[in-house]
């Protein structure tokens, strides 16, 4: 009854096995390759795997990079599934004006979020969730005590802004530099302006769950630049890498016990 579950994202493919389709399952394997490289996953890191039973993948890359992975997927017998976001799935209430037009990895880590949090405090009350992802873009989203999800942000990744700065501006190609409360260098100012552009809309988004719900949300970080972000956070916080997989556990094990 092994279980793989698959993150697409805009630069890279994560993956992970799991004994089962059921979140705390062990992890048999887990990986990660750039999108340039995801052709060669069935002659690669796929190849020694035992064959899973069944799959779940979220994908924000397009159609085009679906298809190659699928193509890798024939290496087995089973068929691939793919997140579409809904009104509601696995006790989380989709409250986008367009409930499809979230991103699949919003709503995939929204639900992970949950699952987590009930996973580590099975018996302690519900508590509002900030999910935050940091990686090509950043999403600050918000989810209520009940499940609900009220809505979030979306603004470039550090990454992003940079270049921004550097296509727009003469004279900003420079080495990065570090965070520090009062830079006196453009590397250390455009590192800065970044870091706290991201951490400013974090806090100022928690002060908004707060107020709607009257208390204090929890806040979760994951994607792959977090560990970066996260030190500059005036904000108790954890990090939860696996916060996609996660969710992506807790969906099939939904769909499995309806």
């Known amino acids: 009854m092994s279980f793989l579950a698959i993150d697409i994202g805009n630069t890279r493919l994560k993956w992970a096995q799991y004994a089962s389709p059921q979140p705390g399952a062990a992890v048999l394997a887990h990986g990660a ?17 035992t064959p899973p039973t069944s799959m779940l993948g979220c994908n924000v890359a397009g159609d085009a990079i679906r298809r190659r992975v699928e193509e890798q997927l024939e290496l087995w017998d089973v ?3 793919w997140v579409v976001p809904s009104s509601h799935d696995a006790g989380v209430i989709n409250g986008y004006d367009h409930p499809a ?16 949090l009930r ?13 935050v992802m940091i990686g090509t873009a950043v999403t600050v989203d918000a ?22 700065l550097e296509s727009g ?29 991201i951490t400013g ?8 769950l707060a107020a709607r719900c009257g208390q204090r949300p929890v806040t979760l970080i994951t994607g792959g630049a977090g560990w970066k972000v996260a030190p500059f956070l005036d904000l108790e916080h954890e990090l939860v ?10 969906l099939q094990a939904h769909r499995l016990a309806l």
Do not use: K
């Not at 809309?201 to 908004?208: D, K, L, N, T």
């Not at 890498?241 to 807790?250: H, P, Q, R, T, V």
């Open 143 to 164: 989810l209520d005590m009940h499940g609900h999800f009220l809505g979030g942000i979306i603004l470039p990744g550090h990454g992003i802004m940079l270049r921004a």
């Open 201 to 208: 809309a974090i806090e100022r988004m928690h002060r908004h």
């Open 79 to 81: 068929a691939p599934r």
């Open 169 to 197: 501006t003469a004279g900003l190609r420079v080495p990065t530099g570090e965070v520090r409360p009062f830079p006196s260098n453009t590397s250390d100012a455009l590192t800065s302006g970044g870091t706290y552009a």
């Open 119 to 131: 996973a580590r405090a099975p018996h302690a009350a519900a508590r509002p969730v900030l999910v």
């Open 241 to 250: 890498e696996s916060l996609i997989f996660d969710g992506l556990l807790a």
């Open 33 to 49: 390759v750039f999108l340039e490289t995801i052709d060669e996953l069935a002659e690669g890191e796929w190849r020694q795997l």
């Open 101 to 116: 037009r979230l991103g699949a990895d919003r709503w995939v880590a929204l639900i992970g979020a949950r699952a987590h």
